[in-house]
């Protein structure tokens, strides 16, 4: 059996595989991000299908942090309920489950919110207009929004947490140079500009215990001029380690940055796959917690070789996985033929007009294997 297929652990979380669902947007949520019966159905599909842990899509901890219509939250008691039916399918379906916790920062549209959005800094032609730049007293606040979320998440039946500090959202934006112009203790060298990450992690800790897998997703480099580096990413994964993460989940780019984006267009040869490789392999020559790698995975060889090569700890994919949720299954039974997305994006679309995301060609295929136009 390949060692894709071993079990493992990550503070206590016994996980089946070295398979995981990165966080994805569905667009299933209520207008308020309460779970609904669809969502429910997307976890436990990922789970029957042999996933070996599911990350949920980014669920914002605080109102004014909301990235999208239809996004699931973490914001309010009001919402455990939902989210612990979900939790409770998953592991009916001996599924395991952890929450991405998330705030947008300047990437959350006021006409959705209705306020201004967070800003690190005020910087002319990346900060929107109006919004509002953190205070310190504003980062006091943020973090304690992080820990109680994830004290929500875990009475909720989350089997821990992972910190979204990817991709440009708030987090993010506090490490990148691009973004954080800061002269306080927040700003300058990556220790001040990953002091959040590590009061936040600290504040989860104290929130949740010490048996909480805390997981972190975090650029390996913004792939901008002037942006986060790989060495400083390195730092900043240092100082969180010691401040007690877990695990790591590699990704980098920023939203809407064409090919630097985390969600590249055209995987359609091996080479063309784990497109953080090289990043990733710099991580692991430093970091001693597990490393998990996201970034156009699609073929199971490239997966396998990762693993046995050293390279990651955990393979996570998310576009393979809205096409085909049982790919790990099939995978494992012994069908080792490539993922079948393409990697065209077109799945963001009906998720976007409100429809819930889903493989626009997969259903296309489907209709006009029907006989239908």
């Known amino acids: 059996m390949s060692k894709l297929f071993e079990t493992s652990c990550i503070n206590g979380m016994t996980l089946s595989n070295r398979f995981v669902r990165s966080a994805t947007w569905e667009g299933m949520a209520t ?24 990350i949920s899509s980014h669920a914002y901890i605080r109102p004014e942090g ?56 005020s910087v002319e032609g990346q900060s929107p207009l109006p919004h509002r730049e953190m205070t310190t007293q504003d980062i006091r606040e943020l973090v304690n929004a992080f820990a109680e979320a994830a004290q929500r998440a875990r009475s909720a039946g989350f089997d821990g947490v992972q910190i979204h500090s990817a991709h440009g959202y708030l987090l993010s934006q506090f490490l990148s140079p691009v973004f954080n112009k800061r002269e306080d203790e927040y700003g300058g060298t990556i220790e001040n500009r990953a002091r959040i990450h590590v009061e936040v992690c600290r504040a989860i800790r104290q929130a949740a215990g010490l048996n909480c897998p805390v997981l972190i997703k975090l650029n390996c480099s913004d792939f901008v001029e002037g942006g986060l580096s790989l060495q400083d990413s390195i730092q900043a994964a240092r100082l969180l380690i010691h401040a007690g993460i877990d695990a790591i989940e590699l990704s980098g780019g920023f939203l809407g940055g064409g090919k630097l984006s985390p969600s590249r267009p055209g995987i359609d040869s091996p080479a063309k796959e784990a497109y953080f490789r090289e990043e990733a392999n710099a991580f692991k020559k430093e970091i001693g917690v597990p490393l998990i790698l996201v970034g156009g995975i699609r073929s199971f060889e490239v997966a396998k070789r990762l693993i046995e090569e050293g390279e990651a700890d955990y393979i996570s994919m998310s576009r393979p996985l809205i096409r085909e949720p049982d790919l790990i299954n099939r995978w494992k039974a012994g069908d080792r033929s490539r993922a079948g997305c393409r990697s065209d994006s077109l799945c963001f679309k009906p998720a976007l007009e409100g429809e819930g995301m889903y493989c626009v060609v997969k259903k296309r295929e489907e209709r006009n294997g029907r006989g239908g136009l």
């Open 31 to 54: 207008v308020d991000g309460a779970v609904t019966s669809r969502l429910i159905e997307t976890m436990t599909a990922l789970a029957r299908g042999g996933v070996g842990l599911i």
């Open 66 to 121: 909301q990235a999208g219509p239809w996004q699931l939250g973490i914001y309010k008691d009001e919402l455990i309920r939902g989210l612990r039916e979900m939790t409770a399918a998953v592991h009916d379906c001996d599924g395991k489950i952890v929450m991405q916790l998330a705030h947008s920062g300047n990437f959350a549209p006021q006409k959705l919110t209705g306020q201004p959005p967070f800003v690190v800094s």
